[in-house]
């Protein structure tokens, strides 16, 4: 109930005040949503198989970010920023995929 | 699990790689946690440590909102910026090309007061006057002076209709340098003596070359359609010029991708002069004596 309280008040949040992002942070930022996404998805799945526990989802959330920027990050320094941004969507899209899929077949049975 | 095993079986076919990211979807956190709790005997649901920590989950949640709507609000605003640096390039080109445009006739205007007095300062004497009539041939080999005769006008514009070689791509339809160039080649070689395009004079240091879409002529875009002017023996130029590779190679286009294109005898063409050729670099070898013919 928080969480989606938290969820949707952070969507109005960034549709009303139009934060300013920074401009050497704004190449980091569709991977940090892809990253957040997928750590969603998880806590999800996780939820209704009624494994879900806050700190692990915290933790996965934050570090998923974390992570996903930091490679991005330095691959923009090793120059191969563009290629390593595809590696990342890719993995996380598997599991998002992967977590969707769990997600359906607990829901609808299918 | 039914389910993993069902998975499992679906994704043997893929690297391995790629399936364990399937199978490991779910961080083995939220396994491991509830593994835990599992040996602990009543996980009491409202003690304050666990409250924290919902309330951090909710924040969590807060933030991906926050960061999915920055995202897109950012990626709204950048669409129109992207736009907006293309009007401002084609603004400019568009006014270069008037500036060229401008200092083209100024420079044309200019040389017409040279000539002008370069007629007056060599009239006046017999040596003199010989002397003009010499630049004046060479002026008029070397595209220097507008010039009129009978000769031909081709026309050439883009497919309305796609031939068969360009079916699905209209971007096979379209003229292209390379066959204004044979066009040009093909005029050449049925012997014509002056060529325009598009009121462009083709001088010996004429380039037809392409940047992106656009077909440049001396470095100035032209628009369609393209107007090829040439002066010729009337007898003679238009067979030449129809029956030469040229005249067959704008029928395969025609035929091939739908280009189209008219090909007219003229009995009177005006050609423009071209803008001044300036040889910066090629001198004129020590010993010969310049043709007074063309």
Not at chain 2, 102 to 109: E, H, P, S, Y
């Amino acid at each position: 109930m928080i969480a989606l309280l938290g969820l949707v008040v952070g969507i109005a949040l960034g549709l009303f005040l139009h934060p300013v992002v920074p401009i050497w942070l704004q190449p980091y930022l569709p991977i940090a949503v892809v990253a957040a996404l997928d750590a969603v998805f998880g806590a999800v799945r996780a939820t209704l198989e009624g494994i879900f526990d806050d700190k692990v989802f915290v933790i996965s959330f934050v570090s998923n970010v974390l992570v996903a920027a930091l490679i991005v990050f330095l691959g923009d320094q090793l120059g191969v920023g563009s290629q390593l941004s595809t590696g990342v969507v890719v993995v996380l899209a598997v599991r998002i995929f992967s977590n969707a899929a769990s997600i359906r077949r607990q829901l609808f049975g299918a | 699990m039914p389910a993993a095993a069902q998975t499992r079986s679906r994704v043997d076919a893929v690297p391995q790689l790629l399936a364990q990211i399937w199978d490991e979807a779910l961080d083995p956190g939220y396994a491991a946690v509830a593994a835990r709790r599992s040996d602990e005997v009543d996980p009491s649901d409202a003690s304050p440590s666990r409250r924290r920590r919902r309330l951090g989950a909710g924040l969590s949640l807060a933030l991906v909102g926050l960061l999915l709507a920055a995202a897109i609000v950012q990626a709204d605003a950048s669409r129109p910026a992207v736009a907006q640096r293309r009007l401002d390039l084609i603004a400019r080109i568009q006014a270069q090309t008037k500036r060229y445009d401008a200092v083209t006739r100024q420079a044309a205007a200019l040389q017409a007061d040279v000539d002008r007095l370069k007629s007056a300062a060599l009239g006046a004497t017999a040596a003199g006057q010989l002397l003009d009539q010499q630049l004046g041939r060479l002026e008029l080999g070397a595209a220097q002076l507008p010039v009129i005769g009978p000769g031909l006008r081709i026309t050439l514009d883009d497919a309305v209709t796609l031939g068969p070689g360009a079916a699905g791509d209209p971007a096979l339809g379209r003229v292209l340098d390379t066959d204004l160039q044979m066009v040009v080649n093909g005029l050449w070689a049925a012997g014509a003596e002056a060529v325009s395009i598009n009121g462009q004079r083709l001088t010996s240091l004429s380039a037809i070359r392409s940047a992106g879409d656009a077909i440049l002529v001396d470095y100035r875009p032209l628009t369609r359609p393209y107007v090829v002017l040439a002066i010729g023996d009337p007898k003679t130029i238009q067979a030449a010029f129809t029956a030469g590779p040229a005249g067959g190679g704008l029928r395969t286009l025609q035929q091939t991708y739908g280009v189209r294109y008219v090909v007219q005898g003229a009995a009177s063409v005006a050609l423009p002069a071209a803008p001044t050729i300036e040889l910066r670099y090629a001198r004129r070898v020590a010993g010969t004596q310049g043709q007074g013919s063309p």
